[in-house]
């Protein structure tokens, strides 16, 4: 049910599926206990990737609907990824497969925001790769693609800092040397 993910499909080959979920995942020690939007059980959901009884490695796929590969956008989403077994979560562009943005292992027990500029591509695919076990479950939420860059889009929202922001956590990721988040 494409309504059920915001107009986002996913990829049914794969053994490993995005499920949509209005309270805390049913593994302890792992995933969103609320959403991000509403911060309260039930009223709001979020997507996520059940890691209990996978084997490690699986991935699945959330993918965007078309856009039109001639305009930028900005991709904006929160993710939560805390358990001591946690994955990755990789942003990827369609049809050339370039990740544009990755996240592995444990990053809290926390929603985190993200924002990524793109272009020249026709779809964007959120892929989680489960851990080594049980506490992996991994969530995205509020994911938002408009035109423009994001920088743009963060002048209209009155949110000058948030370019600050991604500049350092850019700069910090080149300095730790494997791109991902400590």
């Excluded at 107009?7 to 049914?12: G, I, N």
């Excluded at 562009?93 to 925001?113: C, E, F, H, K, M």
């Excluded at 964007?124 to 489960?130: A, L, P």
Aim: hydrophobic residues 30%; charged residues 30%.
């Amino acid at each position: 049910d494409d309504d059920a993910f915001c107009s986002f499909t996913q990829d049914s080959s794969k053994a490993l599926q995005w499920t949509r979920r209005n309270m805390a995942t049913t593994s302890g020690s792992t995933g969103p206990v609320v959403d991000h939007t509403t911060a309260t059980r039930k009223k709001g959901s979020f997507v996520f990737i059940e890691a209990s009884a996978r084997s490690p490695g699986v991935t699945a796929k959330l993918i965007s609907p078309p856009l039109n590969s001639q305009e930028t956008y900005c991709l904006r989403f929160w993710y939560h990824m805390w358990g001591s077994n946690m994955g990755s979560l990789t942003v990827l562009l369609r049809p050339s497969g370039t990740a544009i943005w990755v996240r592995s292992g444990n990053q809290g027990n926390q929603w985190l925001d993200a924002s990524v500029e793109v272009k020249d591509t026709e779809k964007v695919i959120f892929e989680g790769v489960r851990g080594n076990g049980w506490q992996g479950d991994m969530a995205l939420d509020d994911i938002e693609i408009t035109q423009g860059t994001c920088h743009q889009r963060d002048r209209e929202d009155g949110d000058g800092d948030r370019e600050d922001h991604e500049r350092e956590d850019a700069d910090a990721d080149r300095e730790d040397g494997d791109g991902d988040r400590d």
